[in-house]
Structures are given as structure tokens and as C-alpha cells.
């Protein structure tokens, strides 16, 4: 006849397997979130060194729509970029904020490594000049001027464009010596435009 066990006499060995048991299920754990940790850190280093990659103007451009500030490129810097033979360094930013909050966008800027030359004009980290502007004269609203904008590619990154007859009325409004030349090569490339749409529309 078989001796009879007794539940206590397997208790030190059941307690050794659920031990075993629950040591390998807390490594297990532990190695799921250290390797979640050494991933979720990877990602912020990438974060950090793409940011750092990117151009001054594009960090202030997404800084400014990170603020919900609205602003179109305008000037001569817009015309350039619509093929208009000159030269310019400087970048015109109209923005939709009353002039009296001209320290907004400026303060937005210097949180971006911006140094401020004047009240409305900073220097990027890359030399950049950019001048926020909030008065435009001969045109209407920011609202409705915003709205014949194009989207173009400028340093990278995608942004809104005064179109070339609007640059040129702005202009005609102010009409310094400057302006005059300005409008001289605005005309001239905006008679190239319609006749290259004519020829592409007889095709």
C-alpha cells in the first residue's frame, strides 16, 4: 500500500516553481520596457538632431504656424520666387497681428536663435534678415489678400506667396525710386508669364 502525501510535503517545491516562474515573467518585463526606453530615447535623439538640421527659416515658419500666427511672403523676396530678375536678401513676412503686437513674431524668433536688429526686422541664425510687416499699402485685407496666395516652396518648406499683381500694386502705392525699377521687372516678367500661357493654351 502506497504511503499517502500530504498537500504540505509539495509545498516547498511548488513554491520553487512559482518563484522560477515569476522571476522569468518580471525579466521579461523589465526587458520589454528597457528596450522600449533605449527606442523612445532613440526617437527624441533623431528628433533632436532633425531639428537641428533644419534651416533657421523653417524653424521660425514652423514655430509661427505652432503659434496659429498668420503671416504670407511679400516683396520683392515673393517676387524672386516667381521668377523676377533681382536680387534680394532680406525676407518681407506680412503678418496678420495689429502693428502694436510687433514684439509677438519678434519674440517668436528670438526663442529660435533670432537676434533682434530693429523693432520689426531680425537676423536669423544664417544671416537671414526678416522683416515682419503689418501695414501693406494699395492692397486690401490680410484676410482677403491671403486668399489670392500661392503656395510655393521657399528655403524648404511650403508657404503662402503674394501673387506678382499684387506685389506691383503694393508697390505703385508706395512708389519710391527703388519701386520703380522694381515694377520695371515685375512688368517684364509678368508679360513673359502671359505669353508662355498663351503659347501653352494654343497646344
Same mark, same amino acid.
Given at each position: 500500500?502506497?504511503?499517502?502525501?500530504?498537500?504540505? @510535503?509539495? @509545498?516547498?517545491?511548488?513554491?520553487?516553481?512559482?518563484? *522560477?516562474?515569476?522571476?522569468?515573467?518580471?525579466?521579461?518585463? $523589465?526587458?520589454?520596457?528597457? *528596450?522600449?526606453?533605449?527606442?523612445?530615447?532613440?526617437?527624441?535623439?533623431?528628433? !533632436?538632431?532633425?531639428?537641428?538640421?533644419?534651416?533657421?527659416?523653417?524653424?521660425? !515658419?514652423?514655430a509661427l504656424r505652432a503659434e496659429k500666427i498668420r503671416f504670407q511672403l511679400i516683396g520683392m523676396s515673393a517676387a524672386v520666387l516667381q521668377g523676377v530678375p533681382v536680387v534680394t536678401h532680406d525676407v518681407d513676412l506680412w503678418i496678420d497681428l495689429p502693428s502694436r503686437q510687433y514684439m509677438t513674431p519678434v519674440n517668436v524668433a528670438l526663442r529660435q536663435g533670432a537676434k533682434m536688429i530693429r523693432n520689426t526686422v531680425v537676423e536669423l541664425a544664417d544671416g537671414m534678415l526678416v522683416n515682419f510687416?503689418?501695414? !501693406?499699402?494699395?492692397?486690401? *485685407?490680410?484676410?482677403?489678400?491671403?486668399?489670392?496666395? $500661392?503656395?510655393?516652396?521657399?528655403?524648404?518648406?511650403?508657404?503662402?506667396?503674394?501673387?506678382? @499683381?499684387?506685389?506691383?500694386?503694393?508697390?505703385?502705392?508706395?512708389?519710391?525710386?527703388?519701386?520703380l525699377a522694381h515694377i520695371h521687372y515685375i512688368d517684364q516678367t509678368l508679360q513673359l508669364l502671359r505669353a508662355k500661357n498663351r503659347r501653352g493654351s494654343r497646344k
Open positions: 500500500m502506497q504511503p499517502v502525501k500530504h498537500k504540505h @510535503e509539495n @509545498e516547498p517545491q511548488r513554491l520553487a516553481k512559482n518563484l *522560477s516562474a515569476d522571476q522569468t515573467r518580471s525579466r521579461s518585463r $523589465r526587458a520589454r520596457k528597457n *528596450s522600449l526606453r533605449a527606442k523612445s530615447g532613440g526617437d527624441a535623439r533623431r528628433a !533632436v538632431a532633425d531639428e537641428r538640421n533644419l534651416s533657421p527659416l523653417i524653424r521660425l !515658419v514652423g510687416i503689418y501695414n !501693406v499699402s494699395g492692397l486690401a *485685407s490680410f484676410a482677403t489678400e491671403l486668399r489670392k496666395a $500661392r503656395v510655393l516652396k521657399f528655403h524648404g518648406c511650403d508657404i503662402p506667396v503674394m501673387p506678382l @499683381e499684387s506685389i506691383r500694386r503694393s508697390k505703385a502705392a508706395v512708389m519710391r525710386d527703388k519701386d
